[in-house]
């Protein structure tokens, strides 16, 4: 075996780490109370995201582990004469056996288990269990173990062959040898767990998907379609009427596989709101079942009356690679130039002024790359259209409605959320572009419907809105009808004679602009089961709601393809062509590039061409001449975050050259240079007021993007603050409680401890105590001047800190996204910083480093290269003593400040902070009362032969230059000993003159990035 092999074989091998903590996380939360038998395998508990439980517990539901401890410890009636047969690679395979072998509660399930000294084949054994270390492509070794061990080859052996997410790793030859050797057996069943790409490889998470495999080194060798893999079964000598095949959201959506009461079980253990990211992931994993006996007649239909039956009374497969409806027409995809803001699940608002109508679009909230926002993004296609501002609030806000009201351009804000158990009843309404708040809604909601209506009133008419349906912040779906008056607020209408069930997420719109009437899609029940219903509705004279079931109606239209009608999250809107049903989400299957678009006057689809917008979470609106498509992405479970890009689709194949829509303005953080340097500062004459240095400059903000990237600062070595990048779940989950239970809160730290608030490297007035973990995070919290700057755990004095191998239990909660690669490929350490109330010295750092902001609030001074001879550095040194922040007018360093160029940096969770490398800089302490955490990212910008040969645990020994620098000077300072002092002097004077007007000359010649202009 090739040791290429071998490393692409531990690849491979890692991929089950992170699943089997996952699967912990879901037995741990979802299943409290039943024995726990994944906790032993995993050293510390680390609790995934909603969504990423979700979809494990539906992985779980489908394909239950035939670990021999679950079987045993809960069903053990189930076990008699069965032997559990473990086969993985050698080394996973030992790894398990010795935690089974010091695990009292698995050994003890287990009869007599011992362990062998094989290298493979069998390493272990406990009646009824066999652990077997083979690699799948050596199918002759593993033949002859299973013979050897449980006689498989016995025809009176009946065999089940699971295969969780492993054939997909494996080249096509050598996993289509494992279907073609497992069908020569007499009496065999084969269930399989894997990944597929019902949309092609070039669906948004599909794509996402394939990237993140390819990234972690273990591509998806055999990935396909359902349908592919079933005749690759065929083709190994399976009968084809004997294999079944469903993809994940298939069996989630079918009632007699799931029960309403397990959907709604799972809403009590943890909130979750993340519907359209949980099918599409379920929508890309399918389970397929099959069977192969001597005596089963399998030439007419399938024999099966478990899933197979239930399956039989599935609509729509999700096989099907997208509806057979001929396209009614072709969208051409023009994306929009220049920068975007990422968000997805806000709201648009329409311009304030009549005259910007279909030229300039705002889009308001949503959920941006590190949390919810509060704020409005502009579109249009003229650079001078008037800014669109939304309501102040107080915090983000997603999944809420803004309608207008009438031909005027006022509207209406409605409800919306901030986590999906906490909705919002507030309600804003813009008048003459001011926005003031308005009556509440009787109860929060959101994810609900709304519409502009025009009563026919007396002298004129009102223009109002309607809304409906909608989602608490406790769980509960709604059913109700309510009316917003100015005057008396809201009213909840009657509904008289049938009508649709409690739904949320539904699409509905008026028949005409501003009518009384209209129709009502989909939604969800509170059950998590797409419906598939189309309803019309009517606001009676007397303010009560009547609605007519049409769906049988549309269904005779559609046929076969009912089930692109019935959406979760779509949207309906206006267009040339008529009312379109627009994205979402369908009960079964996913949604193609040929069908999330529904013509509803014809009920023909539109299909997409060239680029592939994700239409999840996407805001639609009709211009002239097509859809813009603002926003919009998703999170791909555990794969990555795909963000759309916002776009113009239409039928023309060309774009308008005079009508070129983009973002024209954002609140969000721009690109912009740093301000020039201000004037030189003289010192303070007699008598006048101390002025400690110059206003700081506040760094910008910027997003990077393919036109904006990390290199074009790292060129010119200036700080930055980089906003929106996607550093992991960290952001979300280091809470302390979470660093306790993952890390442990015995493990011992070195921390600082302080007596003062500011700590001086210098004078060394702190002290270094090693304290329990758990200990130091409480003294924090309540406010002691700690300071924890991690260390290597095995080799502090020789190694630079590396939060993977220093805090592995938190380290995949952590990670620098795609465009910082050029730091990660030149990385030297990674410590985790955790303060209280302290204020870190005046130092600098040799290498470049990111400083990503976790936790808590930060505020940074930053000097420019040009300022270090000011800053009170010893020679040799790379801390001062200089209190930057609270400067003592007696020092007589502290008027050099006055010939400094300060920068500021104003740090919040979600944010991270380029450094170049000689920019001196220092902390204040945390500015929001609790502790600050944070990571470090230390790397070489300039070539490996620039720095110093040999140990560098910190990062910050000098370059190899001046260290040779500091010698030559010795040197040159010797070659003076043998003259008089005053003409020692003299010379040495010049010379340092002529060596300070040289590094001013090379200092002017970096520009900006030597000065911080």
């Avoid at 269990?129 to 449980?150: E, H, I, S």
């Avoid at 393809?561 to 267009?575: E, K, P, Y």
């Avoid at 007699?686 to 760094?699: C, D, L, Q």
């Avoid at 001074?861 to 550095?873: I, R, Y």
Wanted: contains cysteine; aromatic residues 10%.
């Amino acid at each position: 075996e090739s040791a290429r092999q071998r490393r692409n074989d531990e690849f491979v091998m890692d991929t089950n780490n992170s699943s089997i903590v996952s699967k912990r996380s879901v037995e741990k939360l979802y299943h409290a109370g039943e024995r726990e038998y994944f906790r032993y395998f995993v050293s510390k508990f680390k609790r995934r995201s909603p969504l990423i439980n979700r979809g494990y517990w539906l992985r779980m539901k489908a394909y239950v582990d035939p670990l021999p401890f679950i079987f045993l410890g809960r069903q053990p009636a189930l076990c008699a004469q069965t032997t559990f047969v473990d086969v993985d690679f050698p080394v996973l395979m030992r790894n398990k056996c010795g935690i089974i072998e010091h695990t009292e509660q698995l050994h003890g399930l287990l009869d007599n288990f011992y362990r062998t000294r094989n290298e493979d084949g069998v390493l272990g054994a406990g009646n009824p269990y066999l652990a077997v270390g083979c690699d799948l492509r050596n199918l002759d070794l593993l033949k002859v173990t299973l013979q050897d061990a449980v006689e498989i080859d016995d025809d009176g052996v009946a065999i089940l062959f699971v295969a969780e997410v492993s054939l997909a790793y494996m080249e096509p030859e050598a996993s289509q040898a494992v279907l073609e050797w497992t069908a020569t057996y007499q009496d065999v069943r084969f269930c399989m767990l894997e990944q597929h790409l019902p949309d092609g490889p070039d669906h948004p998470f599909a794509r996402t998907m394939l990237a993140h495999f390819q990234k972690l080194r273990t591509p998806l060798h055999t990935i396909g379609t359902m349908d592919a893999m079933k005749q690759r079964f065929v083709a190994a000598a399976w009968p084809e009427t004997a294999i079944e095949s469903h993809s994940l959201w298939e069996l989630w959506s079918e009632p007699t596989i799931l029960s309403p009461e397990q959907r709604r079980m799972l809403e009590a253990i943890e909130p979750f709101d993340e519907w359209e990211e949980f099918a599409l992931f379920a929508s890309h994993y399918f389970l397929l079942v099959a069977e192969r006996k001597a005596d089963q007649d399998y030439t007419f239909k399938p024999y099966r009356h478990s899933l197979a039956a239930r399956a039989s009374m599935m609509p729509s497969p999700v096989s099907s690679t997208g509806s057979d409806l001929e396209p009614e027409n072709m969208l051409h995809v023009q994306e929009f130039p220049g920068s975007q803001v990422p968000r997805r699940f806000a709201a648009l608002v329409p311009p304030p002024s009549r005259g910007q109508d279909g030229d300039a679009v705002g889009l308001h909230g949503g959920l941006g790359t590190q949390e919810r926002l509060e704020d409005c993004d502009t579109y249009s296609w003229f650079e001078t259209a008037q800014h669109i501002d939304g309501p102040p609030l107080r915090s983000g806000l997603m999944c809420h409605t803004v309608t207008r009201l009438g031909g005027t351009n006022n509207c209406i804000l409605v409800g919306g959320r901030t986590s999906p158990d906490r909705a919002l009843a507030d309600c804003w309404l813009r008048t003459d572009s001011i926005w003031a708040k308005v009556q509440s809604l009787p109860e929060g909601r959101y994810r609900h419907c709304a519409v502009p209506v025009r009563l026919p009133t007396d002298p004129r008419p009102a223009h109002t809105v309607l809304v409906y349906g909608g989602r608490t912040g406790e769980g509960q779906v709604l059913d109700e009808w309510l009316l917003w008056s100015g005057e008396s607020g809201w009213q909840n209408l009657r509904v008289v004679g049938d009508h649709p069930c409690a739904r949320f997420g539904a699409a509905m719109i008026t028949d005409q602009k501003e009518g009384i009437s209209g129709v009502i899609v989909g939604g969800m029940t509170s059950a998590g089961r797409v419906l598939n219903d189309f309803w019309h509705w009517n606001l009676q004279p007397d303010m009560s709601i009547t609605c007519q079931n049409v769906t049988a109606r549309a269904s005779t239209v559609l046929k076969h393809n009912a089930s692109i009608l019935g959406r979760f999250g779509a949207q309906l809107v206006r267009s040339e062509h008529g009312i379109l049903l627009v994205g979402g989400i369908v009960g079964g299957r996913v949604l193609t590039r040929h069908d999330e678009i529904l013509n509803m006057r014809t009920l023909r689809p539109f299909s997409v061409k060239n680029a592939r917008p994700l239409f999840i979470g996407a805001a639609v609106q009709d211009v002239d001449g097509g859809l813009l498509l603002l926003g919009g992405g998703a999170t791909c479970f555990s794969f990555g975050t795909y963000w759309s890009k916002s776009c113009f689709l239409t039928t023309a194949p060309r774009p308008r050259d005079d009508q070129t829509w983009k973002l024209v303005f954002s609140k969000q953080p721009e690109v912009k240079r740093i301000q020039e340097r201000p004037p030189a500062l003289k010192l303070p004459l007699t008598g006048e007021p101390f002025r400690s240095m110059p206003a700081p400059v506040s760094i910008p903000k910027v997003q990077l993007t393919p036109s904006n990237n990390f290199s074009k600062y790292l060129d010119a070595s200036l700080p930055i603050i980089l906003k929106g990048l996607d550093l992991g779940t960290c952001t979300q989950y280091w809470t302390d409680e979470y660093l306790k239970e993952a890390i442990g809160t015995e493990r011992k730290v070195v921390v600082h401890s302080s007596p003062e608030q500011k700590m001086d490297f210098q004078t060394k007035n702190f002290t270094y105590e090693t304290q329990p973990f758990g200990a130091f995070l409480d003294a924090v919290s309540r406010g002691d001047k700690l300071y924890l700057r991690s260390l290597s755990k095995d080799s502090p004095s020789d190694q630079p800190a590396n939060l993977a191998t220093d805090f592995p239990e938190i380290a995949s909660d952590f990670h620098l996204p795609p465009e910082l690669s050029q730091v990660m490929s030149a990385a030297h350490s990674s410590p985790l910083r955790i303060s209280g109330p302290v204020a870190m010295w005046l130092h600098y750092d040799v290498m470049a480093n990111i400083l990503t902001q976790i936790r808590g609030r930060k505020r940074l001074l930053l000097f420019p290269p040009s300022d270090v001879s000011n800053l009170d550095f010893a020679p040799g040194a790379s801390s001062s003593s200089l209190d930057v922040f609270n400067p003592d007018p007696s020092s007589p360093t502290a008027s050099n400040l006055l010939n400094t160029r300060p920068h500021e940096a104003l740090l919040e969770p979600g944010d991270a902070l380029f450094i170049p490398a000689m920019w001196a800089h220092a902390a204040a302490p945390p500015t929001d009362g609790g502790p600050s955490i944070s990571v470090n990212v230390f790397f070489r910008s300039l070539e490996d032969k620039k720095y110093a040969a040999g140990r560098d645990v910190y990062g910050n020994r000098d370059l190899a230059a001046y260290e040779k620098g500091r010698k030559d000077l010795a040197t040159i300072v010797r070659a003076f000993d043998d003259l008089p002092p005053h003409v020692a002097g003299f010379y040495l004077q010049r010379l340092g003159t002529e060596l300070v007007e040289r590094a001013q000359g090379t200092l002017m010649a970096a520009g900006g990035a030597g000065s911080g202009g």
